[in-house]
Nanobody, 110 residues
Framework: QVQLVESGGGLVQAGGSLRLSCTAS????????MGWYRQAPGKQRELVAS??YYANSVKGRFTISRDNAKNTVYLQMNSLKPEDTAVYYC?????????WGQGTQVTVSS
């Protein structure tokens, strides 16, 4: 089992920045991939960023990075827009199973 705990969400004005963190614990060896999804009210959950992918809507503004020594993945979010408002979920893949964090709310005011 893998446990994921996110932090770093909050309320920010448009144009501002936030950095989300997600730390894995438990069976962290052999975690294949980590990344971020988000879900806005009334919308489907969408993939925001992974090791090899950025959603078109965040390219050039968001950066994903990973610190393997700390079992942590980060999402640096710059030039935030009101449409970035959502609950952001960290995920990890390990041995064919996908694990999820509890989510962290990001609210961008105009």
């Amino acid at each position: 089992q893998v446990q994921l705990v996110e932090s770093g969400g909050g309320l920010v004005q448009a144009g501002g920045s936030l950095r989300l963190s997600c730390t894995a614990s438990g069976s962290v060896r052999s975690i294949n991939a980590m990344g971020w999804y988000r879900q806005a009210p009334g919308k489907q959950r969408e993939l925001v960023a992974s090791d090899t992918y950025y959603a078109n809507s965040v390219k050039g503004r968001f950066t994903i990075s990973r610190d393997n020594a700390k079992n942590t993945v980060y999402l640096q979010m710059n030039s935030l827009k009101p449409e970035d408002t959502a609950v952001y979920y960290c995920y990890a893949w390990r041995s064919g199973a996908q694990y999820w964090g509890q989510g962290t709310q990001v609210t961008v005011s105009s």
